[in-house]
């Protein structure tokens, strides 16, 4: 079983809507996750931090679930901007992050 | 200029040969990581450093050798280059209590 684990998508949502992705994460001690976001294969950028039960920024919410071992990433009010592959993070120990392979989400007019 | 810096950008190299592909950073951000990223698998984990000298496997070490010499600095070797190590290598480093900040990455192909 891999570490981290994704939905690789695609999803393709309308301009407006509302889209959620999930990650599984196998390691229960991990304390701190992240959500990057990554265009066209160019580096990965931080979108979110998640240290507790949840994150808050904008249109976007990051919530963590740790019994069922999970964080989810809910973007409200879709831009076309937000086209792009989201990928989580957990660590497997301290400061040794696996990526999950990554989300795409393709935002339509 | 502050940041990670990878280089070079991009590299066409023969199986059998060695490369290095360079890392810098201008943080003193203890954690350095290398990371391949193929179409399917997201970022995988090659190595990492916890700081200077100290140096773990990550998920895909083999093939690969890493050093950390000085803490700005975190080369990654191919010893002998086969063709199922044509990638994208991201370099990434992070203090304590930051993110991890990703370098520009490096095209290598391998024919």
């Known amino acids: 079983r891999k570490e981290v684990e994704q939905d690789p998508g695609p999803f393709n949502v309308p301009e407006g809507a509302t889209v959620a992705f999930n990650c599984t994460y196998s390691?229960?001690?991990?304390?701190?996750f992240f959500w990057y976001r990554q265009d066209c294969r160019k580096e990965p950028k931080l979108l979110m931090s998640?240290?507790?039960s949840g994150n808050e920024d904008g249109r976007f919410t990051a919530q963590l679930n740790r019994a069922s071992q999970y964080i989810s990433l809910l973007i409200r009010d879709s831009k076309l901007s937000d086209s792009a592959t989201y990928l989580c993070?957990?660590?497997?120990?301290?400061?040794?992050?696996?990526f999950g392979s990554g989300t795409k989400l393709n935002v339509k007019p | 200029d502050a940041g990670i810096t990878q280089s070079p950008r991009y590299k066409i190299t023969e199986t059998g040969r060695q490369v290095t592909l360079m890392c810098h950073q201008t943080?003193?951000?203890?954690?350095m990581f290398w990371y391949r990223q193929d179409l399917g698998h997201g970022l995988r984990l090659i190595y990492y450093?916890?700081?200077?000298?100290?140096?773990d496997k990550g998920e895909v070490p083999d093939g690969y050798v890493v050093s950390r010499s000085k803490t700005e600095n975190f080369p990654l070797t191919l010893e002998s280059a086969t063709r199922s190590q044509t990638s994208v290598y991201f370099c990434?480093?992070?203090?304590?209590?930051?993110?991890?900040?990703f370098g520009q990455g490096t095209r290598l192909t391998v024919v």
């Open positions: 993070a957990a660590p497997y120990n301290f400061n040794k992050f696996y």
């Open positions: 390691n229960s001690a991990s304390q701190s």
């Open positions: 998640v240290y507790s």
């Open positions: 943080w003193s951000h203890s954690y």
């Open positions: 450093s916890a700081a200077a000298d100290i140096t």
């Open positions: 990434a480093s992070q203090g304590i209590n930051t993110e991890a900040f």
